[in-house]
């Protein structure tokens, strides 16, 4: 029996032994294809676990409205939309007013993404965890495993403006300046990238969603695509609110973009003359032929979120 434990292997090296146990070539994004005749579907779960993914401290709203919109970026990120989800809820004797409002947001979700709920789960726990499922379609696939040498790499929005928000609201300050503020809603209310469906299904070749770091994602897509992935850091794309906080507190707002998670931006890559300038993208570097990921010539190690 092997004794090896989950901190040793991580998240993706458990991931990898399940995906052989049970001989599945499904498994490997985030989100799922399954075809039914000329239908389309994807598929995907995402779960929030309190005092891991949100304190009790957080408007419950919020929470609603961020565990829909994680599963909704996963489904952008593979050029897909969100037709339908499923709500399991692990609850603690928790007040009913809490699950009520949890429900405000993740309806509020469903209106703004265009999808709804039709069923759901509920039991009791030690700890309160919201686990969402999403049933979707899409017109054209597209994996983190198809980035080709010659590709530009690019990312939507801008980097770093979650963790600076997490930050924030464990600082437990009196008050918070408007920048603050808005860095904060990032972290609580981050919104999926569905204005980049059409662009991703038409033009992208590999994608992927910023969940766990640029660093750590781009280091996924890179390994997925079996390429060598260039980041030049003055192009990495910074909001005035992070540069900001970093000037405050004395922060490297580099160290921000490339670590920190939860942005839910888009990482992906195409052609360089397919770059539409109606969309805030950015371009950031470039593919070629080897393995791994560089950032100004100096191999970049995942330093991201790890579950483990």
């Known amino acids: ?13 458990l991931i990898e032994r399940i995906k052989s146990l049970l001989g599945s070539e499904l498994i490997g994004d985030d989100t799922a294809l399954i075809k039914f005749g000329s239908e389309s579907l994807i598929i995907t779960t995402d779960v929030m676990v309190e005092n891991r993914h949100f ?23 593979c050029g897909g939309r969100p ?6 809820l692990l609850l603690r004797d928790i007040e009913v007013c809490f699950v009520e409002e949890l429900y405000e947001g993740i309806k509020k979700a ?22 969402i499922t999403l049933l979707g379609s899409v017109k054209r696939f597209v994996s983190r495993a198809g980035a080709r040498p010659g590709d530009s790499v690019f990312v939507s929005g801008t980097l770093g403006d979650s963790r600076a928000g997490l930050e924030l609201i464990k600082m437990k300050k009196k008050s918070y300046a408007p920048y603050e503020l808005e860095l904060i809603n990032r972290h609580l209310r981050p919104t999926a990238r569905v204005d980049y469906v059409k662009h991703v299904s038409k033009y992208a070749n590999a994608c992927i969603d910023i969940s766990d ?3 750590s994602d781009a280091n996924h897509l890179a390994e997925a695509s079996g390429v060598r992935i260039d980041i030049d850091a003055s ?8 540069l900001a ?20 931006q888009l990482l992906f890559t195409h052609p360089k003359e397919r770059w539409n300038p109606f969309l ?16 100004n010539g100096r191999p970049l190690k995942p330093s991201g979120f790890r579950h483990f």
Request: negative net charge; glycine residues 12%; proline residues 4%.
């Open 280 to 295: 805030d993208m950015s371009e950031i570097g470039t593919v070629s032929e080897g393995k791994g990921v560089f950032l």
């Open 1 to 13: 029996m092997d004794k090896t434990k989950l901190s040793q292997i991580g998240e993706f090296g």
């Open 213 to 215: 770091g640029l660093s």
């Open 235 to 242: 192009k990495l794309p910074l909001s005035k609110e992070l």
């Open 83 to 88: 037709l339908y989800i499923t709500v399991s």
């Open 245 to 264: 906080f970093c000037e405050s507190y004395g922060k490297d707002p580099l160290d921000y973009a490339l670590a920190g998670g939860e942005d839910y």
């Open 55 to 77: 304190m009790m401290g957080y408007p419950p709203s919020a929470v609603g409205w961020k565990a829909v919109s994680i599963n909704v970026s996963d489904a952008v990120a």
């Open 110 to 131: 469903c209106k703004f993404y265009g999808c709804q709920v039709v069923g759901g789960n509920v039991s009791a726990s030690r700890e309160v965890a919201v686990d």
